[in-house]
Structures are given as C-alpha cells and as structure tokens.
C-alpha cells in the first residue's frame, strides 16, 4: 500500500485560472476528505465523501470549488476563478468506513495564486 | 459544536527536556482523539490517538490521556530529541466520522 498520493505536488497559476487538483486514497478507504491548510493553521475542512457521496461540505467553501468522486476511488478538486486568497496547501485525506479510525493523509497540494 | 483548542506556539526546548503540548476539546457525543505530527515538507502523519475516556494513547515514546472530566487531551514525552522538531495537531472526530476537528497546531523546536 502506497498511502494516500496526490497530484501535483505544487501547482503555481495566475489570478482567474482554474486548477484541479487530484487524490488517490488508500485503496480500501472508504472515506475521502479534502481540508486546506495555511501557513501557522490547522487543517480547515473543506468536504468529505462517503464512497461517491458527498455527504458534508464546509459553508466556508465557496461556489467556486467543486469535488468529485465519480466510481467512489479517486477525487478531484477543481477551484474556479483563482484568487490570492486560494493560495494554500490542499491536503486530501482517506479512512476506513469504522468509527473511530484515524484519517490517513497525503503530502498535499500547494496551490500558489500569482 | 465540535472544537479543539491547543497551546500556542512555537515551543522552543532543549534536547531531553520534558515536553507537555496542551490541548482541550469541545465535542457532542463521544469523540475520539489523535494527536498528528507533521515534519517540514510532509503531510500530517497519526502520532497516537484513543477512543474512549480513560485510554492512554502512546508512541514513540510520547503519551496522551484522553481525559474526560477535563474535556484534554494533552501531549507528553519525557525526553526530547531533535528529531522530534515538528509541528503537533491536537485533533477529533465523532462518530459518524463525516469530519476531522482540528487545532491550530504547536510548533516545536528542539536544540542541542
């Protein structure tokens, strides 16, 4: 088992360009979660997936973002329309459908809006 | 609401000093708890977590007591190493797992 990957690694665009970001969870994982991390804070929950459900999504996200989870394996997040302010490490997390089982999280995203 | 709040940073100590990262929680039902670990340059990695009242999550030689009386959950080790420089997340779930809480994070330094 590799662990959680996620793809690109760093990605850098400029302002009004849209991004996607992909994730492969560990393969068993049921659960699939997106947070956004920046600098000095913790990871902010951004939604979370139950096979190819979307079954929470934080108000903080804004219509601009959109995921996905089409055959319930890998995700993608899409952010439309950049901002500065969407400059951020975007980390994608999976977990086994058991309750009180810790998240497995990959290295992230770092999303840098010029 | 569902919350975790943990000592501000960054903690700067020397090598082999005792280590405590405070962290306390805020959780409707029962939560679990973890504790994270993230080095420079890498993802958040589990350091230990308990899942109910009284457990004593324990790894690499760092300990944490998931106290409920308190509502803490606070992060121990008796001997710190360089290598232990990092930053710690004191986090939760509930039971239906739909989310992870996490705090702000601590920052830790350790010198020679």
């Known amino acids: 088992d590799t662990g959680v990957s996620q793809d690109p690694r760093h990605k850098i665009t400029k302002r009004g360009q849209n991004v996607t970001f992909r994730c492969d969870p560990i393969s068993e994982h049921n659960r699939l979660y997106w947070y956004r991390q920046t600098l000095g804070q913790g990871p902010e929950f951004l939604t979370y997936?139950?096979?190819?459900?979307?079954?929470?999504k934080s108000r903080l996200l804004s219509d601009r973002f959109s995921a996905e989870r089409p055959k319930g394996s890998f995700s993608t997040l899409e952010i439309q329309r950049t901002e500065q302010g969407d400059s951020a490490m975007y980390l994608c997390?999976?977990?086994?459908?058991?309750?009180?089982?810790?998240?497995?999280f990959g290295q992230g995203t770092r999303l840098t809006v010029v | 609401g569902n919350s975790v709040t943990q000592m501000e940073g960054p903690v700067t100590l020397s090598e082999e000093a005792f280590l405590t990262i405070n962290c306390t929680y805020t959780a409707t039902g029962y939560p679990s708890l973890f504790w994270y670990v993230q080095y420079p340059g890498e993802g958040l990695q589990l350091l230990l977590k308990a899942t109910k009242a009284d457990d004593k999550g324990s790894n690499k030689g760092f300990e944490a007591t998931y106290r409920k009386e308190t509502t803490s959950f606070h992060l121990e080790k008796g001997s710190v190493q360089v290598s232990d420089s990092a930053v710690y997340f004191c986090?939760?779930?509930?039971?239906?797992?739909?989310?992870?809480?996490f705090g702000t994070g601590t920052s830790l330094t350790v010198i020679p």
């Open positions: 997936f139950q096979n190819e459900a979307q079954l929470e």
């Open positions: 997390a999976s977990s086994l459908t058991v309750m009180n089982t810790e998240a497995f």
């Open positions: 986090a939760l779930t509930t039971n239906t797992g739909n989310q992870f809480y």
